[in-house]
């Protein structure tokens, strides 16, 4: 019924945004995935939109800024007991990047990390979406550094995890870091990914 919505986004919040479309304002439901995407609030944005509509909750609409992410979204509530909800914490939860390479590795460690989902909802997803990860093929994965040695980020990510820290947090923080910075060993990375989460912690 919809297959995007193009005007001035009015209104931004983490799960939600209004977009004016000559007049209209249109309330769509969008992950974190989305809004961190999203310009300020008065210029004019382009968004895909999902149409929705059951019983319960009448019509609904949410809202993605790239292909992907829809693509992803509509892949997760075919899968048996995951509705929107659930399909937007998971779009929040974890980067599309870490998310198929999760799916691909069979990584329900990092998928668990999601909230709402437990060992057997991970399980499920991984075996629901492997087969069908493989259509979003356009996507750059996050972790993939041209040029890079690949074996520096897989030590400092193996010694973040060591250090305790959370497998998601360390592969997201050196995604940051190796796209601002040149490293030439892994303890400057993992060095810099300490500081940086702990800047963070402490914000």
Known sequence: MYSYLKGV???KY???????????????????????KLPETGKEVKILVHYSFNESDGVRLFGFYTDEEKLLFRQLINISKVGPKLALSVLSGLSIADLIRAVQMGDVDLITTIHGIGKKSAERLIIEL???????????????????????VKDAETALLTLGYKRYDARKIISKLMKD????????????????LYKKRNI
């Open 9 to 11: 986004l009015s209104e």
């Open 14 to 36: 983490p799960t939600i945004i209004v977009v004016d479309c000559n007049g209209v304002g249109y309330e769509l439901f969008i992950p974190l995935s989305t809004y961190d």
């Open 130 to 152: 492997k087969d069908k990860v493989g259509d979003i093929n356009s996507i750059h994965l996050d972790g993939d550094y041209p040029g890079t040695d690949a074996e520096l």
């Open 181 to 196: 910075n040149d490293f030439s060993t892994s303890e400057e990375i993992t060095k810099a990914a300490i500081r940086a």
